[in-house]
């Protein structure tokens, strides 16, 4: 079953371009459901609608969350999709299982302030000048651009040589798309350059390897890591002040998504700039709209005040 399995994440990769990270959960999720079925004697040849669903059950009982339990099911569904496609099973197990509706969790909206402070901790924090320009290009592209974290991190650095207006980034699925950079991030990147290249060429002047990456590293990618990151925000969050459980490189993304609505972007263009498919994946962000029309209404409209400030009013 794991040999069948592999094969399944190799037609990922290679029809739709997905992630590794993507195919990486594919597989902790399917090897988990190939774990079930071995305990239960059963095979992808044989198993029923009703064992699958027994298998969510069992999810439940363990206290998995719903999002978790979600996403197994649309893994397995799409592995059986491949399973019968490919001709190894006539029937699709999967078909009539439907997983329960989940609400939208609205992200954490931060504030332009909130945002402000990260920026001013990202800027003066480093130990040298070098980290210091780089730790401001991380948060200033991050936050002028609002692409994800593992784009960020392996973009070339030719992308943004030349002092572009854009830059293109390759997303998810190998989608290419243009995001604009503002005057700040633009002037970040070219303060960030210079010092990453004359330490670049201080390693192959002694003989090393250059990299393509705009941040480089030692490591096994040649970049820093999305987890690097994740670490370095939460710190920043903490000496800023803020409520670093609630920081990570993915609540920046939403607040650029947030700010930009909130002044008037169309939902269009912003599901462009994120590099959204489906521009309901980008309707979430409305609930700032929303919370900006309740305010409106509560602060102004006579209706709206309370019983007593009502009554003085009439009076």
């Known amino acids: 079953m794991l040999k069948t399995v592999a094969l399944f994440l190799d037609s990922k990769a290679a029809e739709t371009g997905a992630a590794q990270n993507t195919l990486e959960a594919y597989a902790r999720d399917l090897k988990d459901f190939v774990t079930w079925c071995s305990a239960k004697s059963s095979s992808f040849e044989t198993i029923q609608k009703s064992e699958i669903e027994d298998y969510l059950i069992d999810l439940d009982a363990q206290g998995l969350a719903q999002s978790t339990r979600q996403r197994r099911l649309s893994a397995i569904k799409q592995f059986f999709q ?19 509706s989940s609400k939208r969790k609205l992200p954490h909206s931060f504030s332009v302030d909130e945002v402000d402070a990260l920026l001013h ?6 130990k040298n000048v070098y980290e210091r320009a780089r730790d401001t290009c991380l948060m200033q592209i991050l936050y002028a651009t609002g692409m994800r974290i593992t784009e960020m991190m392996s973009l070339p650095a030719s992308a943004v040589r030349g002092t572009p207006d854009m830059i293109l980034i390759r997303g998810k699925g190998s989608k290419e798309r243009l995001v604009p950079l503002s005057p700040d991030a633009k002037t970040a990147i070219e303060t960030w350059l210079f010092h990453r290249d004359k330490k670049e060429d201080e390693r192959m002047s002694k003989g090393m390897t250059g990299s393509k990456f705009l941040f480089p590293s030692s490591g096994k990618l040649g970049h820093l890591t999305r987890h690097w990151f994740f670490q370095k925000i939460k710190q920043w969050a903490r000496e800023a002040g803020l409520n670093a459980e609630l ?21 269009r263009i912003i599901q462009t700039l994120l590099g959204h498919a489906d521009v309901a994946t980008t309707e979430i962000y409305t609930h700032v709209v929303d919370e900006k029309l309740h305010v409106l209404v509560q602060d102004h409209h006579p209706l709206a005040a309370s019983p007593s400030a009502k009554k003085q009013s009439l009076d």
Do not use: M
């Open 247 to 267: 920081i990570s490189p993915h609540a920046i993304r939403h607040a650029f998504a947030s700010h930009l609505l909130a002044n008037g972007a169309d939902l």
């Open 82 to 100: 491949f399973y019968c496609e490919e001709g190894l099973r006539a029937d699709n197990p999967t078909l009539l299982i439907k997983g329960a």
């Open 121 to 126: 901790v990202a800027q003066t924090a480093g």
